[in-house]
Each structure stands twice: as structure tokens, then as C-alpha cells.
């Protein structure tokens, strides 16, 4: 009986206490985590306009099989790697009663494991691909432009340091950013020539309008984190063992596809 008092006491004074400063700390830093990135009212979608369209990025989410996830679950690491995924997939190990006395120890190789994302910071105006100018100075009347794209233009994106097996590095970090928000991002866009769109512009008699366009894109700044990769087997048992751990901080260009960003000035 007394026992059940002290349980009854102590939910109520958990209750009243409320969750410890440490647990409201974790959970204001998991929603910092997934703060979406709003565009902004001067970014403007041009997908269908566009004259010459972005393939969206068509990078391996595999879903790891019933013997990747026993392996992945059981390293110490995280493995968000496609690449090695993949590689876990097409693999397979029987659980054989021949095999009780079975000890082995393979590498499988030195990977990048995973990928931290520390900071993710738009820049709309990440590089200026087009200025249209149309000259009102003896104009007696508003006049109304347009924005035309003048010149194809590809803008490429990437790593922004060299670093090993640099193209899994990538793909992870492109993967991470396009999860934390949920923005079309790519490696490369590409603005066809001729272009339009419909936004209209106004510039005022005795006036000179200035319309420039940018590809907006982020920077991505996180930790990379490799090791060497062993399958151990011991008689029915398979694992993950990773050594050697490192990890290395990077930095990440990355597009927004088929988005511009636009500014408008008038000058005498």
C-alpha cells in the first residue's frame, strides 16, 4: 500500500514539474532542425515557361532490405550512404545451421556513412543570369517590360571542397537538403534562351528600367562522417563493424531549380 502511495505521489509531482529544461531544449532544436525555407514574394516559379526544362534530380533512395536494415541496425554508425546501401542490398548471407562454428571478418571498404546538416542559408540572388533595360526617357507614358532571358545560362552546383568519394558526399548532402526543404533542388539548372514570364514591370516616363534576374540557390554547411566498413559473421550471427571513424566539415552549393529571383530598379 505504501508503495502504491509513493507511485501516486511522485506521477503527480512529475506532473507539476513538467519536462526538464534539457528534453525543451531537444525539442526547440528538432524544430530549428526542420524549419522550412519560405521563398520569397520577388522568387518567381518559371518551370513552365522555361524553354528549355530541368530533369528533376533522380538520386537512389533505396529502401533498404529485410538484411541491409538487421546490418545497418546493427553498426554504430549511421549509414545513410545510397551507395552502400545499394551495395548491403545485393548481398546475402544464409543463416545456415552448417554454419555455427563460421567466424569471419570482411572489409568491405573505407565509405562516407552519413551526413550531419548543420546550417542551410538561401541565397536568392546566388548568380545573376540575365538584365533586361528598356530606356523610357522620352516616353510621355508608363511603359510595361517584361522579363525575356537573352542567352542560355547553366549554373552548376556542388561541394565547395574536394573530399573523398566526393560524388556519395554529394548525393547525400543534396539528399539531406531536399528532405529538411522541401525545395526542387538540383545540381545544375539550366535557363533556356527565350524565356519568359508574364510578371509585369512598370517604368515611368523619363526613366530608365533595370530588370535582373538571378538563380537563387543554397549553401549547405554540414559534417561528413567516413569509416571503414567490416562484415563480421560469427556462426549465424551478421554485423556491422565501423572503424577508423573520421569525420570532416563541408560545405554545399546547391540550385533551386526553375526559380528566379528578380530585381527591379528605374533610374533618370
Do not use: C
Not at 69 to 94: G, K, W
Not at 160 to 182: F, I, R, S
Amino acid at each position: 500500500m505504501f508503495r502504491f502511495i509513493m507511485l501516486i505521489l511522485l506521477s503527480a509531482f512529475l506532473a507539476v514539474a513538467g519536462p526538464s529544461p534539457h528534453s525543451l531544449a531537444e525539442t526547440k532544436n528538432k524544430k530549428e532542425t526542420n524549419k522550412k525555407i519560405e521563398i520569397p514574394s520577388f522568387v518567381l516559379n518559371i518551370e513552365k515557361e522555361n524553354t528549355l526544362p530541368n530533369l528533376s534530380e533522380d538520386l537512389p533512395q533505396l529502401k533498404p532490405s529485410e538484411f541491409t536494415r538487421e546490418l545497418i541496425d546493427s553498426a554504430d554508425e549511421a549509414i545513410e550512404n545510397p551507395n552502400l546501401i545499394r551495395i548491403l542490398n545485393e548481398s546475402s548471407i544464409n543463416k545456415s545451421p552448417l554454419a555455427i562454428g563460421m567466424r569471419a571478418t570482411i572489409f568491405m571498404g573505407e565509405y562516407p556513412l552519413n551526413y550531419k546538416s548543420e546550417e542551410t542559408i538561401p541565397n536568392w540572388q546566388y548568380q545573376k543570369i540575365n538584365s533586361n533595360v528598356y530606356d523610357n526617357s522620352s516616353g510621355e507614358g508608363n511603359h510595361q517590360m517584361n522579363f525575356v532571358q537573352q542567352a542560355q545560362k547553366r549554373i552548376k552546383g556542388g561541394l565547395t571542397a574536394k573530399v573523398p568519394q566526393a560524388e556519395d558526399v554529394q548525393n547525400m548532402v543534396l539528399l539531406k537538403a531536399m528532405k529538411k526543404t522541401n525545395l526542387p533542388l538540383t545540381l545544375e539548372a539550366t535557363i533556356g534562351a527565350g524565356t519568359k514570364h508574364h510578371q509585369v514591370y512598370n517604368v515611368n516616363p523619363k526613366k530608365v528600367g533595370h530588370l535582373n534576374a538571378y538563380v537563387p540557390a543554397l549553401v549547405e554547411k554540414g559534417e561528413v562522417t567516413y569509416g571503414e566498413v567490416y562484415l563480421v559473421i560469427k556462426g549465424s550471427k551478421r554485423k556491422i563493424e565501423i572503424k577508423n571513424v573520421t569525420s570532416q566539415k563541408i560545405g554545399a552549393w546547391i540550385p533551386i531549380r526553375d526559380h528566379l529571383a528578380f530585381t527591379f530598379h528605374t533610374a533618370p
